[in-house]
């Protein structure tokens, strides 16, 4: 049940992009068009797990042990860019087709806050699923990373979807490109505040 | 001496990061919920942002091709975690505001940005005036975002309070965020790009 | 430009700017720990002070197991008489944990309660922090029954907030029914030992 209330909750409620605002880059960047929207999507899902992870097993075992919490940032983001590259180097060679499809993303993700915000967040933030206020265990942060990510990918699929059609329309020519876009986002994060409270 | 002054004043207008780069969004958009909250947000950047591109273009001669991307990472991380103590110990109350996004200053794309397009070619001098160009401009952005958000969503301005009662709420929420971006560069566009 | 890459001085150029950049953060951390401590200190000395009525010795940090408590102190007179408690309590909000400080008299009625942290939304569950709203004026003195209007209760939700109104209440609740329980413990605890684990920190 409560594993149920995270995925909701991370997923919709307090979706990453349009509530949380972070991987916005990568969100404006490759949302063009939407099979690359799709690739980068799944990228992201993939390293957001795998690092939040491994994040959460350092910060654990090796830095709160050790009094050393401050060093939380610099050591999370260069395991972050180690994971990225050796993701990039082990699906080279063991899913050639795989990394077709996600290799021109991968060099990208190290520097989306998406993936560093939700492993600082997993281990510093006390979350309030079903009630009493507790920090995360390996198994809920695994599945909110995951469940995160999944909401990435709907935002980011949703919104490669209607700016394909804007892209066909006629807009003002200072509304051109980006500021368009940003406002399309404003109105489907209006969409998703409906969502607040059902959790 | 014009060339520097341009240097400075590059970032307000032509190379504004916000609205014409199109850099480090997700502080952008998360912290300018208020004037105040944008105007520090802005500032802790600018911070980090000037002491990286000192050291990195005193340090890039000397760094193998192959590795800079992870030794500029580290010299920024270790300029962000020293901010994070410094806001910790003599500004808990900011720290606690903007939260998360202090640490995500790493992963703020202005700043690997500049030390790539920059500082890595170019001399201290100019590269501490890029960052504070860069950084003024991103302070500057920051805070006309969060007025505006805070004049239409709270009723006041750095906390003042102009009207009774509250302002229309979707401002202060993430929706306003992205709202009142996009209408900004609109303007931003109609009035640079003349 | 850059150096040509070697593994030789690939390797040591990240060996020297980790070892560097080490040295650095030690260093600052070392500089900043103890003004770090001091400002958490002095802010949890603060919410405390507002809390509870003028004067009288507080305690340190004393910890009790009870759900949704953080800690508490106890205030005395100059006899060692207990005047008040003040009671870090936690309860799940609308966005997130929503951490109170509640000054709780002995007779159970609250003195005053002050927010020590929370994720509401700004704007609505947010307002629970504006001290002059009549959300946060009812508590002082407050001693009716611990819910929500909505639910029977005497405590007046904020608009459109109701969950942070409930969830305000829950994390009063439980400071009023720790310093129950101690208070009713205390007697206790010469015969059977008291439920409420009282360490010093």
Redesign the interface.
């Known amino acids: 049940m409560e594993y149920l209330l995270i995925i909701i909750s991370a997923i919709f409620v307090n979706n990453i992009v ?8 990568p969100f ?1 960047g490759v949302s063009n068009k939407l099979s690359t929207a799709s690739g980068m999507s799944l990228a992201v899902c993939f390293v957001i797990t795998l690092a939040t992870v491994v994040t959460y097993l350092i910060n654990q075992y090796l830095l709160v042990p050790f009094g050393l919490t ?5 050591a999370f ?2 395991v972050i ?1 180690a994971l990225v590259q050796m993701v990039e180097i082990v699906l080279k060679k063991v899913s050639p087709s795989l990394y077709q499809a996600l290799g021109i993303f991968l060099p990208l993700i ?4 998406a993936v ?2 939700v492993a ?2 997993v281990v ?1 933030k006390q979350f309030t699923f079903g009630g009493e206020a507790h920090m995360l265990n390996l198994g809920e942060a695994t599945v909110y990373a995951f469940a995160t990510s999944l909401g990435y990918g709907l935002a980011m699929v949703l919104f490669a979807g209607i700016r394909e059609h804007l892209a066909l329309n006629d807009v003002p020519k ?2 051109k490109g ?6 399309s ?3 489907m ?2 969409a ?2 409906g969502f607040s409270g059902i959790v | 001496m014009a060339n520097k002054l341009s240097l400075i004043t590059k970032g307000l207008l032509k190379e504004n990061p916000t609205f014409v780069l ?5 502080p952008t ?2 912290t300018t ?1 208020s004037a105040m909250n944008g105007l520090e947000m802005g500032l802790a950047t600018m911070f980090v942002l000037i002491l990286s591109n000192i050291v990195i273009s005193l ?13 500029y ?3 920024i ?2 300029f ?3 901010l ?3 806001m ?3 500004t ?1 109350e900011v720290y ?1 505001t903007l939260g ?1 996004f202090i ?2 200053i ?4 202005i700043i ?1 940005g500049r030390a790539e397009a920059f500082a ?2 170019n001399g201290v001098v100019d590269s501490a005036l890029d960052g504070i160009g860069i950084g003024l401009g991103f302070t500057l952005s920051l805070t006309v975002i969060g007025i505006v958000r805070e004049v239409l ?2 009723g006041s301005v750095f906390g003042w309070k102009f009207i009774a009662g ?2 229309i ?2 401002f ?8 009142v ?3 900004l ?3 931003f ?2 009035i640079a790009k003349k | ?6 593994l030789t ?2 390797a040591l ?2 060996t020297a ?2 070892l560097v ?1 080490a040295a ?2 030690g260093a ?2 070392s500089v ?1 720990k103890a ?2 401590e001091n ?2 200190a002095a ?1 949890a000395q603060a919410s405390i002070a507002k809390v509870l009525p003028e004067g009288g010795e507080i305690s340190g940090e004393l910890q009790a197991e009870a759900e949704g408590i953080d800690g508490y102190y106890v205030q005395a007179d100059g006899e060692g008489a207990v005047v008040a408690y003040a009671v870090k309590t936690t309860a799940g909000g609308f966005g997130g944990p929503l951490t109170l400080m509640v000054g709780v008299l002995p007779d159970g009625s609250v003195y005053n309660t002050s927010v020590l ?1 929370h994720s509401e ?4 569950g947010a307002k629970c922090t504006d001290e002059k709203s009549h959300f946060r004026e009812q508590w002082k003195g407050f001693s009716g029954e611990l819910a929500v209007s909505k639910d029977g209760g005497d405590v007046d939700a904020i608009t459109a907030s109701t969950i942070t109104s409930r969830a305000y209440t829950k994390a009063v609740a439980q400071a009023v029914s720790l310093v129950r329980a101690i208070e009713g413990g205390e007697a206790l605890d010469s015969v059977s030992g008291a439920s409420v684990n009282k360490e010093e920190e």
Not at chain 1, 110 to 113: E, L, Q, S, Y
């Open positions: 349009l509530a949380q605002f972070l991987g916005i880059c404006l401050f060093l939380q940032t610099i983001i260069l860019a190290t520097t989306n806050c560093l915000g600082i967040n510093t200072a509304f980006l500021p368009i876009a940003m406002i986002v404003g109105i994060a209006l998703f505040l | 199109v850099l480090g969004m997700c958009l998360a919920t340090i890039a001669p000397v760094v193998p091709d192959k590795v800079h991307i992870p030794v990472i580290v010299v991380a270790t962000v975690t020293v994070q103590l410094l910790q110990a003599y808990p606690k998360l640490p995500l790493v992963v703020n794309c690997l890595n070619k969503g709270s509250d302002g709420l979707a202060v929420m993430a929706p306003g965020a992205f709202l971006l996009g209408y560069m609109v303007i566009n109609k | 430009m850059a150096a040509k890459s070697n001085n690939m150029c990240l700017v980790c950049c650095i953060l600052v951390y900043t003004p770090i400002a958490a802010e942290s939304t700004p704007g609505l």
